[in-house]
């Protein structure tokens, strides 16, 4: 018998679709309150606040040139 694991948003309890969805991880900056991490599907994750982050790390050869 084969198993599925389904995801659920978190926020709006829709199901989320395969390659869809976000994961949105909390950290406190006191380390002894742990960390929170929430499911969402697109269009929560979309409704945040906040602003896109550049990646870390070296650009690839030919964006640089």
Do not use: F, I, W
């Amino acid at each position: 018998m084969a198993r599925k694991t389904v995801l659920v948003c978190d926020n709006c309890a829709k199901e989320v679709g395969d390659n869809k969805g976000a994961t949105l991880r909390l950290t406190y900056s006191d380390a002894r309150r742990g960390a929170k991490q929430a499911d969402l599907c697109d269009d929560c994750a979309g409704n945040l606040p906040g602003h896109a982050v550049a990646r870390r790390g070296r650009k690839p050869k030919a964006v640089a040139a």
